[in-house]
């Protein structure tokens, strides 16, 4: 890997290297901290979980033809050459600065409450449209997953897109110094983690801090329609872009027509004062707010009208991640990878838009602090008033979302499951043939489960 020789490693992570020194100037053939995944050549950094302490995988390692080993434990004698490191998190951080500061490589940095992964597959469909694109995979998006993304880049990438999560205060600046990215892009400021966060006030300043570590020279993409976006004064000495609905939005979408579970049409203006009539290929307002953010991110990297078209229209669909599932029975609109309150309320929109009889089954949001009592209640009120006819609450707190439900409107239908197995024996009698069916939760929830269930359903 390009600069990462086991003398560079040692000097940019302040460590000490016990080991054969005609080893110093070889380059590891990849970095990774999973066990399991070592091949020879690589470098194996041993970083301990809450339940796992790696360093006692290193033998394993070894016998898979390891180059090196970076502990934070002194490992005292070995046959093996390692680095001794303060703490083996950091080092992975400075390993991946060390290895992204090789680059001469456009960054695209994302953060967010919500909308970082949909928002990161649209500008990735809209950039690769041009140039050869990198992208954070599946949610490794934090100080782990960001440096293994990082590692994943090669010379033959033009364009690397990195997603940022965080939930507490400080995260950020640890992995935007990192990203030190070219062209920053903030989806909204929600309540997400608000038990870490306390308010919003404080969530805008840890995502903000991305900018900080902006390049010089830099582009900062906001969402104009977020209220706290909308007045955030130029960083760095750059002023925001905005992409909306707003008229303060240079990125704007107008003339929009849902067409049902199919997505969007609408009309997308551009600075220059160009515009274009698309379709935005998944449902909800929210995907047309993330094609404008493509929209501003490929204009920005020079690409035509015609290729930040085509990447919005070909934007494909992932698991978990409003993902249109169709079956013999049911159309399944699968949104569970993860949850807060501002995208249940979009997810809910979405379902809102389906022709015939909807369903969702939400469960418990987590990190939601002391107010996830009230936050679950109003989005059980909110689904109740968008008219959902039968919303299945499922976990303790979702006991409260489905109570909001009940006591906002006769017209839905709503009941409480206190486990996902208590849900799945009711199934059969609560969904019928046709139905359109939400289903979202926080990750940890598992909730992909009921997906697989709900493929199989035969009334």
């Known amino acids: 890997m390009k600069?990462?020789?086991?003398?560079?490693?040692?000097?940019?992570?302040?460590?000490?290297?016990?080991?054969?020194?005609?080893?110093?100037?070889?380059e590891a053939e990849g970095v990774v901290i999973d066990s399991r995944k070592v091949k020879p050549g690589y470098l194996f950094v041993a970083i301990?979980?809450?339940?796992?302490?790696?360093?006692?995988?290193?033998?394993?390692?070894?016998?898979?033809?390891?180059?090196?080993?970076?502990?934070?434990e002194d490992l005292g004698e070995t046959d093996f050459p390692y680095?001794?490191?303060?703490?083996t998190g950091q080092a992975l951080l400075d390993i991946a600065k060390?290895?992204?500061?090789?680059?001469?490589?456009?960054?695209?940095?994302?953060?967010?409450?919500?909308?970082?992964?949909?928002?990161?597959?649209?500008?990735?469909s809209v950039a690769a449209q041009k140039y050869c694109v990198h992208k954070t995979l599946g949610n490794f998006n934090n100080e782990w997953g960001l440096p293994i993304t990082?590692?994943?880049?090669?010379?033959?990438?033009?364009?690397?897109?990195?997603?940022?999560?965080?939930?507490?205060?400080?995260?950020?600046?640890?992995?935007?110094?990192?990203?030190?990215?070219?062209?920053?892009?903030?989806?909204?400021?929600?309540?997400?983690?608000?038990?870490?966060?306390?308010?919003?006030?404080?969530?805008?300043?840890?995502?903000?801090?991305m900018i900080q570590d902006m390049k010089n020279g830099g582009t900062i993409i906001l969402n104009g329609d977020d209220d706290l976006l909308a007045q955030t004064s130029p960083i760095k000495g750059v002023?925001?872009?905005?992409?909306?609905?707003?008229?303060?939005?240079?990125?704007?979408?107008?003339?929009?027509?849902?067409?049902?579970?199919?997505?969007?049409?609408?009309?997308?203006?551009?600075?220059?004062?160009?515009?274009?009539?698309?379709?935005?290929?998944?449902?909800?307002?929210?995907?047309?707010?993330?094609?404008?953010?493509?929209a501003a991110v490929g204009y920005t990297l020079g690409l035509t009208t015609e290729e930040i078209k085509a990447g919005i229209e070909g934007l494909p669909s992932i698991p978990g991640r409003n993902n249109i599932i169709k079956t013999e029975h049911l159309i399944i609109l699968d949104d569970c990878y993860n949850a807060n309150p501002v995208s249940m309320k979009a997810s809910i929109d979405v379902l809102n838009m389906a022709i015939g009889r909807k369903v969702a089954i939400l469960g418990d949001m987590n990190e939601l602090g002391e107010d996830a009592q009230e936050l679950h209640q109003n989005v059980g009120e909110y689904a109740a008033q968008q008219g959902v006819d039968l919303i299945c609450g499922i976990g303790p707190l979702?006991?409260?979302?489905?109570?909001?439900?009940?006591?906002?409107?006769?017209?839905?239908?709503?009941?409480?499951?206190?486990?996902?197995a208590a849900f799945l024996d009711a199934a059969?009698?609560?969904?019928?043939?046709?139905?359109?069916?939400?289903?979202?939760?926080s990750h940890g929830m598992q909730f992909p489960d009921i997906i697989d269930a709900l493929k199989q359903f035969n009334q």
């Open 3 to 26: 600069n990462l020789t086991l003398r560079n490693i040692t000097q940019t992570c302040q460590g000490t290297y016990y080991g054969d020194s005609a080893l110093l100037d070889r």
């Open 48 to 72: 301990d979980g809450a339940n796992v302490n790696a360093h006692k995988f290193i033998p394993d390692t070894v016998k898979s033809g390891a180059l090196c080993v970076v502990s934070h």
């Open 83 to 87: 680095i001794l490191v303060e703490s």
């Open 98 to 124: 060390l290895y992204r500061d090789s680059f001469d490589i456009k960054v695209v940095g994302i953060t967010g409450s919500a909308g970082k992964t949909s928002t990161k597959e649209m500008i990735a």
């Open 150 to 209: 990082i590692f994943g880049m090669d010379e033959t990438h033009q364009v690397a897109i990195l997603e940022m999560g965080v939930n507490h205060f400080g995260e950020m600046r640890r992995l935007s110094s990192v990203a030190a990215p070219d062209i920053c892009v903030i989806t909204n400021i929600g309540v997400a983690h608000l038990e870490f966060f306390k308010t919003r006030e404080g969530i805008f300043r840890e995502k903000t801090q």
């Open 239 to 294: 002023s925001p872009i905005f992409f909306g609905f707003g008229d303060n939005s240079q990125f704007r979408a107008d003339n929009m027509q849902a067409l049902g579970l199919k997505g969007t049409a609408c009309t997308i203006h551009l600075p220059d004062q160009t515009s274009f009539d698309c379709t935005v290929p998944l449902p909800g307002i929210h995907m047309v707010s993330n094609a404008l953010a493509g």
């Open 398 to 420: 979702s006991r409260h979302l489905a109570d909001g439900a009940s006591k906002c409107s006769s017209q839905s239908e709503a009941v409480w499951f206190e486990s996902k």
């Open 428 to 441: 059969k009698d609560l969904i019928r043939e046709g139905d359109n069916v939400l289903v979202k939760a």
